[in-house]
Nanobody, 128 residues
């Protein structure tokens, strides 16, 4: 079973950049679609972005498109989320997720609510 650990969260100012990292252990993530989700205080968890196992396809929520970039290094067993031009509404706990069946595209749908593996989350706070 894969275990996921997120890191890189913190307190930043509006317009700053931050890079989150998700480190996998236990087995290779090569065959897993990987995704990033977030949950703001008092709100439901929402999809942020996802990447296919072969890095060919990436998908993003409209709210982060053009500002966030997801990438993965299967050799290092890591998935990153580069976040630029951060806004106060990006404040949330960010979660990394993995699934062998659900595709990266499907992660953006309701199917993304029931993924195989989740990390514990890392908090991102954007201060104005």
């Amino acid at each position: 079973q894969v275990q996921l650990v997120e890191s890189g969260g913190g307190l930043v100012q509006v317009g700053d950049s931050l890079r989150l990292s998700c480190a996998a252990s236990g087995r290779s993530i090569t065959v897993y679609a990987m995704g990033w989700f977030r949950q703001a205080p008092g709100k439901e968890r929402e999809f942020v972005g996802s990447i296919s196992w072969n890095r060919v396809d990436t998908y993003y929520a409209d709210s982060v498109k053009g500002r966030f970039t997801i990438s993965r290094d299967n050799a290092k067993n890591t998935v990153d989320l580069q976040m630029n031009s951060l806004k106060p509404e990006d404040t949330a706990v960010y979660y990394c997720a993995a699934d062998r069946i659900t595709s990266a595209q499907q992660m953006a749908t309701a199917l993304g609510e029931h993924l195989e593996v989740w990390g514990q989350g890392t908090l991102v706070t954007v201060s104005s």
